[in-house]
């Protein structure tokens, strides 16, 4: 298996604009998480998928950010409009189920200018 | 709800040294316990992992890991470090089969020659 696979790895935009990070975990596996790292803050999670069914959110910073999962081999996360505090590692990782050990992507690279 | 505690944020050691990155965590019900590694620009890596059974734990690269329900800790040693080992290493708790992962802060191996 691949393992989780995110795009972009690095992303550079201005201030004001969308971005669209975007998630395919290992297959078979049915949670998904999504999770910021800054130095500041640490690794924190945002929210989190079970059978494609968001089950918490309440790490998602504002309404800026969204996520969706359409289907069980796909996930995103939106951020409109983009501030530079929103610069970060943003991560993603699947597991067989919501108390399972996690597989993490290598993850995306946001710098918001 | 449980909680993980890593309470050094940096451990320099020379190579072939001896060390242990320390976790303790807080709860009153059973619990799985995880390390992971992030090496620089990368996401995290499943290091070891306890469940239930032995509570000496071996995982990659000649890590191990105890745990000790008494003291509520799942220190991480290795008796010889390389180079190679200089990362980033997270805790982190489940409550068995009830709860999504609760990683600490990190602990930072520098390994020097």
């Known amino acids: 298996d691949a393992g989780v696979i995110q795009s972009p790895r690095h992303e550079v935009t201005e201030m004001g604009q969308e971005v669209t990070l975007r998630c395919k975990p290992i297959?078979?596996?049915?949670?998904l998480f999504w999770y910021r790292q800054t130095m500041m803050r640490g690794l924190e999670l945002l929210i989190y998928?079970?059978?494609?069914?968001?089950?918490?959110d309440s790490g998602m910073p504002e309404d800026r950010f969204s996520a969706k999962m359409p289907n069980a081999s796909f996930s995103t996360l939106k951020i409109q409009p983009s501030e530079p505090r929103d610069s970060a590692v943003y991560f993603c990782?699947?597991?067989?189920?919501?108390?399972?050990?996690?597989?993490f992507g290598p993850g995306t690279r946001l710098t918001v200018l | 709800a449980q909680s993980v505690t890593q309470l050094d944020s940096q451990v320099p050691v020379f190579e072939e040294a001896p060390v242990e990155l320390r976790c303790n965590y807080s709860?009153?019900?059973?619990?799985?316990l995880f390390w992971y590694v992030q090496y620089p620009n990368q996401g995290l890596q499943l290091l070891l992992k306890?469940?239930?059974?032995?509570?000496l734990v071996k995982g990659i690269n000649g890590f191990e890991a105890e745990f000790n329900k008494s003291q509520t800790s799942f220190h991480l040693r290795k008796p010889s470090v390389h180079i190679s080992d200089t990362a980033e290493y997270f805790c982190?708790?489940?409550?068995?089969?009830?709860?999504?992962?609760?990683f600490g802060k990190g602990t930072m191996l520098l390994v020097s020659p």
């Open positions: 990782a699947s597991s067989p189920s919501i108390v399972s050990e996690q597989f």
């Open positions: 297959s078979g596996h049915n949670s």
């Open positions: 998928f079970n059978n494609n069914v968001p089950i918490d």
């Open positions: 709860s009153s019900v059973s619990v799985y």
């Open positions: 306890y469940l239930s059974g032995s509570t």
């Open positions: 982190a708790v489940t409550l068995s089969g009830y709860s999504t992962l609760t």
